[in-house]
């Protein structure tokens, strides 16, 4: 008798708990009792966006002073707190989304979540902390003045976006840090942290049972719902457009980009193909492989794609010398045109394919990646049942469809583009 054993695939998706706590607080969980590590990773809906009008940065800072001290815990006493048990507490502000991300031994864990506790829910915002956080985003700021990628991606970002709030810079100007009140601070806090915008993942060694009582305690004081103003849909100039920064430096930075094709529509899994195969940070990409390889333009070119609540992104960039960049451009510019006209060929859909289907797991070597994976599905809006469907969605990607999403991206509308330095020729 012949016995034919039949692999069945590995399902990530089973490996997560949806936990409920008494107070309807819900959170994706991974028992995980390898390690005596706890981790969490959450969200709130609202980021740098939701800055209040002639301030951008507000949002920045209030992330940057959340564990400067929260109740009748000053800055140094509450550091002091998290050192003594080794908690690693941590907020951050991006376009949509305020971040935090908590680690600790199991043994601490009551202790790091009171801690969050009062960080989430008392911040105190005091005027020592907010200068002292101004100070450091403000030498920050500086640096990036003389920095020809930070002043690359700043011109890209106002020539995309505009007045909406995405060309604002999240972390403000110099200007602008200077004007933000503590009242700023605090009508932000009360705008956004809110349980009904909470996204919530939890990696580590605890049960269901125990976590749902954590999460009341840790976030069950906040306000039920957000009072977050709108934001406007926002696409790109369909023109596409050129600008060039002024500075005396001899290499020339480049951003080039153009709409991308949003998270949930149909052709966002060829687009992700599509991305790889042109200039997804492999050694076989064709920008890598052209610009790099066959011409020595450049050591490192990449392109990208990015998803935010109201627009899709297509970017990419890279550094040339200034008397190449028009050089470099063009070659740029060909491969684009070249996708958009013949979208990739069979081989290359196949090795893009093997790829992101088998570097997937490389996202999930650590309870933290593992956290921070399950935290940014739900902030797209999936379910835990994407885990298992996400590799099969990029194997049925055909070339009809890249071909479909190179046209959709590269075809309907120009390359924006921004230089930084003295480029020859442009």
Excluded at 184 to 210: E, P, S, T, Y
Excluded at 327 to 352: F, H, M, N, R, Y
Excluded at 410 to 421: A, D, H, N, W
Aim: net charge negative; charged share 25%; hydrophobic share 45%.
């Amino acid at each position: 008798m012949t016995i034919i054993l039949i692999s069945k695939p590995v399902s990530r998706a089973a490996s997560v708990q949806k936990v409920y706590s008494p107070g309807g607080i819900e959170a994706w969980l991974v028992e995980d009792y390898a390690v005596p590590l706890v981790a969490f990773d959450f969200a709130f809906r609202g980021g740098a966006a939701q800055d209040p009008t002639g301030k951008p940065g507000t949002g920045a800072m209030m992330a940057s002073l959340l564990d400067e001290g929260a109740a009748d815990l000053d800055a140094e006493v509450f550091h002091r707190a998290m050192d003594d048990k080794a908690i690693e507490l941590s907020f951050s502000a991006d376009r949509d989304y305020f971040s935090g991300r908590l680690k600790t031994l199991s043994k601490h864990t009551d202790a790091a979540v009171d801690l969050l506790r009062l960080a989430v829910n008392e911040p105190r915002f005091d005027q020592d902390a907010i200068e002292r956080v101004a100070g450091q985003i403000g030498a920050g700021l500086k640096r990036d003045a003389k920095d020809p990628d930070a002043l690359a991606g700043r011109a890209w970002r106002e020539a995309a976006f505009g007045h909406h709030p995405y060309g604002l810079p999240v972390r403000g100007t110099l200007e602008s840090i200077e004007t933000i009140t503590r009242d700023d601070l605090i009508a932000l806090h009360r705008a956004c942290m809110a349980r009904q915008n909470l996204k919530i993942a939890v990696v580590g060694a605890i049960d269901a049972a125990r976590l749902g009582l954590l999460l009341d305690r840790a976030f069950g004081a906040l306000p039920a719902a957000p009072t977050l103003h709108s934001i406007a849909d926002v696409l790109l100039p369909s023109t596409g457009g050129r600008t060039i920064v002024d500075l005396d430096i001899p290499q020339a930075t480049i951003r080039f980009g153009s709409n991308g094709i949003a998270r949930k529509d149909p052709d966002h899994m060829a687009a992700v193909v599509l991305n790889h195969v042109l200039g997804g940070g492999v050694f076989s990409a064709r920008l890598f492989r052209e610009v790099r390889e066959k011409r020595g333009l450049a050591y490192s070119v990449y392109s990208q794609l990015a998803t935010f609540d109201h627009a899709a992104l297509f970017s990419g960039g890279t550094s040339t010398k200034n008397e190449r960049a028009a050089e470099s451009l063009s070659v740029i510019q060909d491969e684009i045109d070249k996708l958009a006209a013949d979208g990739p060929t069979a081989e290359e859909l196949d090795k893009a394919q093997r790829y992101l289907t088998g570097s997937y797991a490389l996202r999930f070597d650590s309870s933290l990646k593992i956290a921070s994976q399950l935290v940014h599905l739900q902030i797209e809006g999936f379910d835990v049942d994407h885990l298992d469907r996400r590799n099969p969605m990029i194997d049925a990607v055909t070339l009809e469809d890249t071909q479909r999403a190179a046209k959709r991206m590269f075809g309907e509308s120009g390359l924006l583009v921004t230089i930084v330095g003295r480029p020859v020729g442009l």
